[in-house]
């Protein structure tokens, strides 16, 4: 064989090993969800028992202290409620790494819709001292790097020490939408504040940043309005409720991760609740829904609502529904079908009245608004530019709302509601927000996803394995780059098996990945499993490696 024949072959081959160990690598990763960039080693690293946060700098003063519970929570998730033995003595055998360096280029910590959360991680395998390296153009993005640092943390059973795995690392990471939602819903099932605080807890570890709060509907009116308190006799009953306080802790506490909160006042429809405190607001004691169209005090109340949600609520956007009208109670109603024929209306423009009525008055509180698809499915041209419509009923309505021009949120229900208990991780990993819309300005329309975990059949006892880990599959498809998204989603069986461990770790109810939501685990046996893996479960990876889905 010649030279060049020679070359030819070496280089052949040595492209088909940097494939296969590019492939290995990327099998073994423990990052969830998948960076933009990401490469990592084979070394261990100690962790110091005196590890410490290193901001010298740094643009951020971090006067509200964001960033120094960030790094005090780093430390709490990656100990696992474990004890870690204070009185070790290091051998010498591994580096120690003495502390993260977290230099943030912007000194606001104002967080709101379109914040930039981008981050560079590194974590290199030497050093003296050894040290993790942290950028970020903000706090929030700073926040996202703690977490991917996190999931590199292990504790070791047999040192009694946190150990960094798989140095040296190199992240580079950014979002690839900017709005990556969770809905609840507290309108069907009462859901306790401790309950609500835990599950934003859990959405931090997946990188979500809007929790959608339902907060009311035609069963209940939990949420206290000071303009109009007696809205909230439609609770289910007077400690099924939420103090003004209350929501406005939920911000807080929100916020302090990143994470902002997005308020429904679902209307017209949805809203029989509203007339246990004001009976005025129904058509008529016999029909109760949708609000009274003819009477301003309906528009008096929305207005007020909307007021008060303007003091604690301080995301650019409200929701404002608009969905599953029933008009009939209009027509049915003498007063109100008096009035429809006064002002030449009939049950379809007075729906489109009422809602252009309540974005204006919503637009008056500085807010932009969200409407459900029904609102552009009816009226389309008549929304105001401001309003992004939340796609839920189906395919092909993001590319119609793009194309005219308007935002779009997509949470098409046969793949992201997460009450669908029999949609399996796969549908949610592979549901694309952008199918079908090529042009690339219309494709900046999207901005972004939302799972939705409606309340009918949801309380405390089962919310969190009825989200996870299907929401994290939708939290990959949402934050990572397009291209780094695994064509087939069993590719990515491994790395969320991992995460799923994780989050039941750290004290998450989350279901197991096989079957739908709330699955019983296929078979006894732990969440540990061999050191390759380090945490995973043995029932989910054993079930995949049967049916061939484990790569």
């Known amino acids: 064989m010649g030279k060049l024949g020679l070359r030819s072959v070496l280089f052949a081959v040595t492209v088909y090993i940097l494939v296969i160990s590019a492939a290995a690598d990327l099998k073994n990763l423990k990052i969830w969800p998948m960076p933009l960039s990401v490469s990592h080693g084979h070394r261990t690293l100690q962790l110091s028992n005196e590890f410490v946060l290193k901001t010298e700098g740094s643009k951020y003063p971090d006067a509200s202290g964001i960033l120094k519970e960030g790094f005090e929570r780093l430390l709490d998730v990656i100990k696992v409620a474990h004890v870690v033995d204070d009185n070790v003595s290091y051998d010498g055998s591994s580096p120690v790494l003495k502390a993260i360096q977290v230099v943030i280029l912007s000194p606001s910590d104002m967080l709101q819709y379109g914040v930039d959360e981008s981050y560079n991680l590194t974590i290199p395998a030497k050093g003296n001292p050894a040290c993790a390296y942290l950028t970020a153009n903000t706090v929030y993005g700073a926040l996202h790097g703690l977490q991917t640092f996190s999931q590199a943390c292990h504790f070791n059973f047999t040192t009694r020490t946190i150990e960094v795995h798989q140095v040296p690392w190199t992240v580079v990471d950014q979002p690839r939408f900017s709005y990556r939602g969770l809905l609840i819903d507290t309108s069907r099932h009462y859901l306790p504040l401790p309950v609500i605080l835990k599950v934003i807890d859990s959405m931090a570890y997946a990188k979500l940043n809007v929790l959608h709060w339902h907060i009311v509907d035609t069963q209940s009116f939990p949420l206290e309005i000071p ?303 061999s050191e390759v893996v380090d945490i995973h479960c043995k029932a989910t990876l054993s079930v995949a490696i049967l049916s061939n889905e484990y790569i």
Not at 307 to 317: E, L, Q, V
Not at 363 to 390: A, C, D, Q, R
């Open 227 to 529: 303009s109009y308190p007696e809205l909230w006799n439609g609770a289910y009953s007077s400690s099924e409720r939420y103090t003004v306080a209350d929501a406005a802790e939920i911000v807080r506490y929100a916020g302090r991760r990143g994470i902002n909160v997005l308020a429904e006042l679902d209307v017209p429809g949805h809203a029989k609740s509203w007339g246990n405190g004001y009976p005025s607001l129904w058509p008529s004691k016999y029909c109760q829904e949708p609000l009274d169209v003819s009477n301003d005090f309906t528009f008096k109340v929305i207005d007020a609502i909307l007021s008060d949600f303007s003091k604690i609520f301080k995301y650019r956007f409200v929701h404002l529904g608009g969905d599953e009208v029933d008009t009939s109670c209009w027509t049915l109603t003498p007063h109100i079908s008096k009035w429809l024929k006064q002002h030449r209306l009939n049950e379809t423009t007075a729906y489109q009245y009422f809602v252009l009525r309540a974005q204006k008055i919503a637009l008056s509180h500085g807010y932009e608004i969200i409407n459900w698809e029904e609102t552009f499915n009816n009226f389309g041209n008549k929304l105001s530019p401001k309003t992004i419509v939340h796609n839920w009923l189906g395919g092909g309505v993001a590319q119609q709302v793009t194309a005219a021009g308007l935002r779009c949120i997509v949470s098409n229900q046969d793949k992201w509601y997460l009450d669908h208990i029999d949609t399996a991780w796969q549908d949610f990993y592979s549901n694309e927000p952008l199918t079908n819309i090529t042009n690339s300005d219309q494709q900046r329309l999207v901005i972004g996803g939302e799972v939705c975990m409606w309340g009918e059949h949801i309380d405390g006892s089962n919310i969190e394995t009825t989200i996870w880990p299907r929401a994290a599959a939708a939290a990959e498809r949402l934050w990572t780059a397009y291209d780094n998204i695994a064509k087939n989603p069993n590719q990515a069986t491994r790395r969320l098996a991992y995460f799923r461990c994780l989050l039941n770790q750290r004290g998450v109810a989350s279901g197991p990945l096989t079957g739908g939501g709330r699955a019983a685990p296929e078979e006894p046996g732990g969440g540990y499993a």
